[in-house]
């Protein structure tokens, strides 16, 4: 799972199809399925939305995605609605101007309508609900507000604004939804970070799970097991990652020899540094040096 959201976190390319700042009296829309994503910041009013099966009451701060082939309809509101939201792709499609905004069921719509619905990437890889409720919805506001201006004018850089917009509405949508105080993560958030931190600059010596636990102020096992969670590695697999990170730097920046960029990244042998770098990138360090002209 944890390949899977970042393959998806590096292929992101949204692209806005609409953008509104709506606002309305009375909010009411029958039943109807889109192809993409639909963003929606309740700032003022009460809403009542029914996603397939649930029925949700929306509050002003409450966000809700509605997702690609997922039914939903507006069953009323109380009070003036404002409703800032965007309809977009999360991920670049070729046929992006051609898709319309869909407002049939989907029993309703043709075989050709039905091709158009994306699959649901936020919802089965970054495990993004229907509604949102965050403290730091105030700050997507802001952006979705940003980017609704921007689309209003659509301007010649505007592809490349309201990229950034939308995901840095994504990426605050992710950590408001991080696990609440309280939660091993954020009570060892401080511990985790500084054991990073020594590894980082100490990642040319041996460094053992004992004198990461005690930076850590943890268990052995109970460490390795947040570490691995919050970074996806191993404290030895971390290292060793930064470590080949750190010599593909000196190979391409500096003009040492791979015995001293060895040395330097903590190997004793050329010959160990080598066979450790191939296993780990496939390839030799002289053959990664050589798709570097001028190296």
């Not at 949700?56 to 069953?75: A, M, N, Q, S, W």
């Not at 977009?88 to 050709?112: A, G, M, S, W």
């Not at 730097?249 to 960029?261: D, F, G, V």
Request: proline share 5%; net charge neutral; charged share 25%.
């Amino acid at each position: 799972m944890e390949t899977d959201k970042k393959n998806l976190l590096m292929h992101l390319s949204p692209n806005v199809r609409r953008a509104w700042n709506h606002r309305v009296p009375e909010m009411k829309m029958k039943p109807r399925i889109i192809f993409d994503y639909e963003l929606l910041y309740l700032e003022r009013g009460i809403l009542r939305v029914r996603i397939e099966e649930t029925v949700y009451t929306l509050e002003p701060g409450d966000i809700v995605l509605f997702k690609p082939g997922k039914e939903h309809e507006f069953l009323g509101s109380a009070g003036e609605s404002w409703m800032p939201h965007i309809h977009f792709d999360v991920l670049y499609y070729d046929n992006f101007e051609d898709v319309p905004i869909n407002f049939k069921r989907k029993t309703e719509c043709q075989e050709i309508e039905t091709s158009w619905i994306r699959p649901d990437v936020l919802s089965h890889i970054l495990n993004i609900p229907d509604v949102i409720r965050i403290k730091n919805h105030s700050e997507i506001h802001v952006s979705l507000i940003q980017l609704i201006h921007a689309y209003e004018r659509s301007d010649t850089d505007f592809p490349i604004l309201q990229k950034s917009l939308t995901l840095r509405i994504l990426y605050l949508i992710l950590k408001g939804l991080e696990p609440a105080a309280g939660s091993p993560f954020v009570l060892h958030q401080t511990a985790l970070e500084n054991t990073v931190t020594h590894i980082i600059e100490n990642y040319g010596q041996p460094i053992s799970l004992d004198d990461l636990s005690k930076i850590a102020c943890l268990s052995v096992y109970h460490f390795s097991r947040l570490f691995k969670q919050k970074f996806g590695l191993s404290p030895h697999q971390f290292q060793m990652k930064y470590r080949f990170e750190k010599a593909k730097e000196l190979m391409i920046y500096s003009q040492l020899s791979l015995t001293s960029i060895a040395e330097k990244i903590g190997y004793s042998s050329v010959f160990a540094f080598s066979k450790a770098f191939k296993q780990s990138e496939g390839v030799s360090p002289r053959q990664f040096m050589q798709t570097f002209p001028g190296i």
